[in-house]
């Protein structure tokens, strides 16, 4: 799973955020590949240590999440 770099704290926001033409990026934390570069992800939130919430399938281009999928 990846993670949404400002760590918004519901789906809404993050999806409010993208609309609103916020650049942000997507990382992987420890030990689970590279960073989100390209292409269809699903995110996560809020981080740890708090429980995650919620999760959202985003399309990411070169690193920044260009659209919000659902």
Do not use: C
Not at 4 to 15: E, I, T, W
Not at 27 to 39: A, E, S
């Amino acid at each position: 799973m990846a993670y949404a770099v400002g760590n918004p704290k519901s789906k809404k926001a993050l999806r409010e955020a993208i609309k609103a033409g916020e650049q942000i990026e997507v990382f992987q934390p420890g030990p689970f590949g590279p960073n989100v570069t390209d292409g269809l992800t699903v995110v996560e939130g809020p981080h740890h240590p708090k429980p995650h919430r919620w999760y959202a399938s985003v399309i990411v281009k070169d690193g920044v999440i260009v659209k919000f999928v659902g």
